[in-house]
Each structure stands twice: as structure tokens, then as C-alpha cells.
């Protein structure tokens, strides 16, 4: 008698965790961000107050880059940015930058000369640096962008553990009465 009662909570979660599977695989097959990108620098010698431009090759979401040496720049879907080096980068040394596509991230170095520009370069190195501006407020630094397919997906999971408790403590105050 009890099987019977316990029963549709069972499979009301079980339902629940079975649609939400198919929902999250999808993001990634209908145009999610890809973590499988290679970032791109080309020079990858600069001197210092040159211009670089910078690809993230393969990422489905447009990219970001940040350095030392020069301002956050966004770089759209499938195409490249360029952006200025800092007139005050050290001669002779080289410098991190950071590529962001999704919530992948990769450095790829890029190297500041006195004189002529060198080739570029596609050899990535995956990092988990900090950020370099601190944290994003308001969600705690741990989540980039909001997807509403596992919004949604926690929230079942929540309406399914209320829903248990709310049935077993009411099973709990109709035993005690008895």
C-alpha cells in the first residue's frame, strides 16, 4: 500500500529529470557556445603602439580578449578584431592574452619587439587565470550568461524536492493522528 502512494512522486521526478535531459543537449546542437575554439594572433610579435589582429577560429558565440597591454575587445562569430597595443608595453616581453568564448577559456602569448613584426601564431594554451578585473557582481563570478534551459531545469528539481517533502510530512501528521 505504501508502493502505491510513493509511486507517482517517484515518477513525477523521474519524468521531470527525463524532459530536462533532452532540453540541455540541445543548447549545444542549436547554436550554444562551443568550448572547442582556437584563438589566433597575428603578428604575434608587435612593437609597441602596433596593431594585431586577433581570431578565436571555431567559437559559435562572438569571443572576447583582454590583455595587459590593450583594452577588452569583443570578437564577432567567424570573423576578427583588431586592436591597438599599448604605446607603454615593455620592449622585449610577452604578454598574456586571454581568450573567452563561452565559458572556455584559452591564452595564447603575444610578444612585444623594437623592431619588425613576426609571424603568427595558433598555439593555444588552456589557462584558468583569475579575472583580471575582480569578480562579476551580482551572480558571484560563477556564471557568465544566464541559460534558461538549466534555470529551468533547477527549478523542476526544486518543485520536485518541495513537492517529496510537502507529501511526506503530510504522510508523517496523517500517521501521528492515528
Known amino acids: 500500500m505504501r508502493a502505491i502512494r510513493v509511486a507517482p512522486v517517484a515518477l513525477l521526478g523521474a519524468s521531470l529529470c527525463a524532459l ?3 532540453a540541455a543537449s540541445a543548447t549545444v546542437l542549436t547554436g550554444g557556445t ?3 575554439f582556437t584563438p589566433t594572433i597575428t ?4 612593437a609597441p603602439g602596433g596593431q594585431v ?6 567559437c559559435t558565440s562572438d569571443a572576447t580578449a583582454f590583455s595587459g597591454v590593450f583594452d577588452t575587445i569583443t570578437i564577432p562569430r567567424d570573423k576578427s578584431a583588431t586592436v591597438t597595443v599599448d604605446k607603454e608595453a615593455r620592449r622585449g616581453a610577452s604578454y598574456a592574452v586571454t581568450f573567452r568564448c563561452g565559458t572556455s577559456t584559452k591564452t595564447a602569448n603575444l610578444s612585444i619587439t623594437g623592431g619588425a613584426t613576426a609571424a603568427p601564431t595558433t598555439a593555444p594554451t588552456t589557462s584558468s587565470t583569475v579575472a583580471p578585473r ?4 551580482g551572480l558571484g563570478g560563477s556564471v557568465g550568461t544566464m541559460d534558461p534551459t538549466r534555470i529551468a531545469a533547477g527549478s523542476a528539481l526544486v518543485t520536485v524536492a518541495a513537492a517529496g517533502a510537502f507529501y511526506a510530512l ?3 501528521r496523517a500517521a501521528s493522528r492515528h
Open 43 to 46: 603578428p604575434s610579435a608587435v
Open 53 to 58: 589582429t586577433l581570431g578565436a577560429v571555431g
Open 34 to 36: 562551443s568550448t572547442s
Open 134 to 137: 575582480g569578480v562579476q557582481g
Open 170 to 172: 503530510r504522510k508523517r
Open 20 to 22: 530536462a535531459v533532452p
